[in-house]
């Protein structure tokens, strides 16, 4: 029985690729933790992550951005190890059925903005963009891989996420360089 299995499991794991079942998309976020946003940026190898620790649904957790190519070291986390942190989420509503959210933060300077926008005709589109304090040109801008957006569906880790509050600027003007 178990050389069945093996050869099960040897099979499938060589089918799967030619049949287009999808590899899990990349993320920064630590084992156990759980995705609310992550993707792989185009042009650099880098994955952005917004992730949740522990059980944000009940208050006893928190979220945290990870950013760089391995989730062992990241190039980039916030907040730092027990550090508050204080995240926006921010509604993006455009015509055409189409919207999504914006999470930011401001660290030692800079604003940070991960986005996720989806709607008609199967539009899927997120990135980066990094912001100096007190400028409205973006220092760093990247695109999510096409295809590549990871956004969460679990109802809970959304309701948890609601509750943050808003970002006026991104309210007001949207993304920044969009």
């Known amino acids: 029985m178990k050389t069945y299995a093996n050869a099960f499991l040897l099979a499938a794991a060589l089918i ?3 049949i287009g079942v ?26 952005v992550s917004m992730c949740a620790a522990g059980d944000v649904t009940h208050g006893s957790g928190h979220f945290y951005y990870a950013y760089g190519r391995d989730a062992a070291k990241p190039e980039l986390t916030y907040p730092a190890a027990n550090a508050p942190a204080e995240f926006t989420r921010t509604h993006l509503g455009f015509g055409g059925n189409t919207g999504g959210y914006a999470y930011s933060f401001t660290n030692a300077g800079f604003k940070y903005v991960v986005y996720s926008v989806s709607g008609s005709n199967n539009l899927q589109d997120g990135g980066l963009v990094v912001l100096k ?32 509050k808003s970002d006026p600027a991104i309210e007001k003007n949207g993304v920044p360089g969009q």
């Open 16 to 18: 799967a690729p030619a």
């Open 22 to 47: 999808a590899a899990p998309a990349p993320t920064m976020c630590a084992r156990g933790d759980k995705p609310v946003f992550s993707c792989p940026l185009a042009g650099g190898g880098k994955t």
């Open 133 to 164: 304090d007190g400028q409205d040109k973006p220092v760093k801008q990247s695109a999510c891989q096409a295809g590549k957006v990871t956004d969460t569906d679990d109802d809970a880790l959304i309701d948890a996420t609601l509750k943050l």
